[in-house]
């Protein structure tokens, strides 16, 4: 367990700049970090991504707060209540309480789950292929229904699910548009095919946001009188626990949905009383982030199902290091492991966020610009690199050029439909032959 | 000062790079089977302890064809693979992946199984029994053990991805009985699982062997997998022998995974000669 920790620290240190930079997130920094993690063990892979997937919750508040930057989706609560408590110059509230109740929720959540981590274990035992079918389908009804356009999101899962099977299945062996080719017979790289239509349509979605360092000041108070308002609020917080720990498992929105709704309904609660700059709100939602950052991680930990693409990066790497997650793989020794580690990384996680904000804050200075361009441009090298280890730079760069102007076409549309039935497309085969065989035989 | 910083800029560049610290001999390992299934774990097993030795890269080939690709492009570099017996016997786009004296490192020698959950009273013979299978070579077998089975009613062959989602079938009830190539994945649940025929003539650790049920061409067929070289001489291949052998003598992740592999043997301690004929039979058997 303490020879992980390097690796969680080093997840913590790329957390908070995934945090910060608004459109990079987690997915991003692992793509420009995959030559270097390629050197991890399974284990050290995931101890990695747990300290970035924390991290990145608190950071995120701060660049929200302080700058009315949404690093993510989830943090748009942060950016109406926490930047408007900024400017009354209840800042530094406003980032304790975020990062007191994220520290909490992420805690309490941990807490319930290891009363129950033995039910977990048998949990994959009840995984038959009815339920599996029945898990799938329900998350792309629900990837379609929550888009704007629904016939849109159905065209999306459609291309995705044909592009996910390019390639030869393992079930059956048979192949799907590979014209005996060896490079086509492997699939589409998944790198190629998330960069193109995932990561740099976001990339181009923030290409204008601008940090505005002029006159960032946060006020700081005794540690306890901080303490004190946030306990004065902990039904809040309490709240935003549970609603984020169960909006968490929602596939592909996970954090977003987690910390939007725990906010919509602390909203509500509050109804006349509700002002902008709402403290209440604000640790709601937050709480409810770090808890469904939780809730989004077990899935892939016990049953082996990533339901967010970095998380789908993170399951490709650990696979290819020999290491599966999840299955019969996921036991009390694996989810103690990881609790330690959640525990360690969220304590340093609520230290960085809360007194050393104003440090982070110096973060803003960088020209974010430049740092996108540099990290586009990475991005190619780093397929290239990737494709090399596989002996198929060719082919991975020939398919990350050739979706990439499908992917700025759509980058001011949600792509993660199409991404999902891409992710899932072989899961699609693996559980319909089965179900085949069993209805019509 | 300059130069000071230069010399230890100079140490650290030499210190981090394996190529300028210490020329290793380049070592491709393949593995030609998916990511998820056993084939990566043991080839991974492989390389965590062929590292020391060996710069070596780990290339995840995901089938046959781009096996033969990858190993086409390190012609003239050293290169260790995987190999499944059975595939190379009735596979065409594995057909090149024979076992020979030339090539041969050593084999996984392993028995089919046919189980079910503890207690269940199964007869395969009066029928109506879902069973779980994975692999195409696999549905063959079943084929064939069913046209000699005849039984009243038609048995249904369910396909699903690897053995631990046919284990799983069986474990939540979706089929009532499974097949699979090799035996571990069963003995690790032996609460909950019990053998019912081995496809070993001898039985497996008190199940009774098919042929007691019924015989057919491949009632009592093994199978094998077998780990393959390219780029290595007589003498480098004796040598690579002597370390892989070393490797399953020492108690590591791979050593572990095979004391595990319950009704299963490896060749590597058998002289070349043997294991060769070894590979060679249980592959021979599965071309009729």
């Known amino acids: ?441 | 000062m300059k130069k000071i910083i230069y010399t230890i800029l100079t140490a650290i560049f030499m210190l981090a790079s394996p190529t300028f610290a210490l020329a290793k001999e380049k070592l491709y390992v393949i593995n030609s089977g998916s990511t998820g299934g056993s084939f990566n774990a043991i080839m991974s097993a492989y390389v965590a302890e062929l590292k020391d030795k060996y710069d070596v890269t780990y290339v995840q080939a995901k089938g046959c064809t781009k096996t033969k690709q990858i190993l086409e492009k390190v012609q003239g570099s050293k290169a260790f693979y995987i190999s499944q017996g059975i595939k190379a016997a009735l596979d065409p786009k594995c057909d090149s992946f024979v076992p020979t004296a030339e090539n041969i490192v050593h084999s996984h020698v392993k028995f089919g199984m046919l189980f079910a959950r503890k207690g269940a009273v199964l007869d395969l013979k009066a029928g109506n029994i879902k069973i779980a299978y994975n692999s195409t070579p696999n549905k063959v077998w079943l084929e064939k053990m069913e046209s000699a089975l005849s039984a009243k009613s038609p048995n249904t062959h369910v396909l699903y991805k690897n053995s631990t989602a046919v284990v799983l079938a069986v474990l939540n009830g979706e089929t009532d009985l499974g097949y699979v190539n090799t035996t571990p994945k069963v003995f690790k649940n032996k609460d909950k699982l019990a053998g019912v025929y081995s496809l070993n003539p001898e039985g497996d650790s008190g199940v009774p062997p098919l042929n007691s049920l019924v015989k057919f061409e491949g009632s009592e067929y093994g199978q094998v997998d077998n780990f393959l070289t390219q780029g290595f001489n007589e003498q480098e291949l004796a040598e690579f022998r002597k370390q892989i052998l070393d490797i399953h003598n020492t108690d590591n992740n791979l050593s572990a995974y095979f004391k595990k592999a319950q009704g299963t043997s490896v060749t590597i301690s058998l002289p070349k000669e043997k294991a060769v004929e070894i590979a060679q039979h249980y592959v021979n058997i599965w071309r009729n």
């Open chain 1, 1 to 441: 367990m303490i020879d992980l920790l390097p690796y969680a620290l080093m997840g913590i240190g790329f957390g908070v700049i995934a945090g910060f930079v608004p459109g990079i997130g987690i997915f991003a920094t692992l793509m420009i970090l995959y030559p270097f993690l390629m050197d991890f063990t399974g284990l050290e892979l995931v101890a990695f991504y747990v300290g970035i997937s924390s991290t990145t919750q608190y950071i995120g508040s701060i660049t929200a707060t302080v700058f009315a930057l949404p690093g993510e989706s989830s943090s748009l609560p942060s950016v109406k209540e926490g930047h408007a408590l900024y400017k009354q110059g209840q800042g530094s509230f406003a980032i304790s309480g975020a990062a007191i109740g994220s520290f909490v929720g992420s805690l309490f959540v941990l807490l319930i789950t290891s009363l129950f981590v033995l039910e977990l274990e048998n949990l994959y035992y009840l995984y038959s292929s009815y339920i599996q079918a029945i898990i799938i389908s329900l998350v792309l009804c629900f990837l379609i229904l929550s888009s704007k356009s629904k016939i849109y999101a159905v065209f999306l899962v459609f291309i995705g699910y044909i592009l996910g099977s390019v390639g030869c299945r393992i079930i059956d062996e048979k192949c799907f548009a590979t014209f005996d080719n060896g490079d086509l017979e492997t699939g589409l790289p998944l790198i190629s095919v998330l960069l193109a239509l995932y990561v740099v349509p976001i990339v181009l979605n923030n290409w204008n946001l601008k940090f505005d360092y002029t006159g960032v000041d946060i006020k700081s108070e005794r540690f306890t009188v901080h303490l004190k308002k946030y306990i004065d609020n902990i039904g809040a917080s309490l709240r935003g626990t549970l609603i984020g720990f169960f909006a968490g498992f929602t596939p592909g929105l996970s954090t977003a949905m987690s910390s939007n709704l725990s906010y919509a309904v602390e909203k509500w609660i509050q109804r006349k009383k509700y002002k902008e700059g709402n403290y209440k709100a604000l640790v709601s939602a937050e709480t409810g982030n770090n808890a469904g950052a939780f809730a989004c991680l077990l899935p892939l930990l016990v049953l082996g199902i990533p339901i967010v693409p970095s998380e789908a990066l993170l399951y490709e790497m650990a696979v290819a290091k020999g290491f599966s997650l999840g299955g019969e793989n996921f036991n009390v020794e694996f989810f103690n492991t990881v609790a330690y580690m959640l525990v360690f990384v969220n304590l340093i996680a609520l230290f960085i966020a809360w007194p050393f904000a104003k440090y982070i804050c110096y973060l803003g200075k960088l020209n974010y610009k430049q740092i996108q361009g540099l990290i586009l441009i990475a991005f190619i090298f780093i397929i290239g690199y990737v494709g090399s280890e596989l002996f198929q730079s060719t082919y991975y760069l020939i398919v990350f050029f050739l979706l990439l102007p499908v992917g700025i076409l759509l980058r001011k549309h949600d792509t993660l439909p199409l991404v999902f039935a891409f992710i899932v497309a072989d899961r699609i085969a693996t559980v319909s032959i089965p179900l085949e065989n069993l209805i019509f035989n």
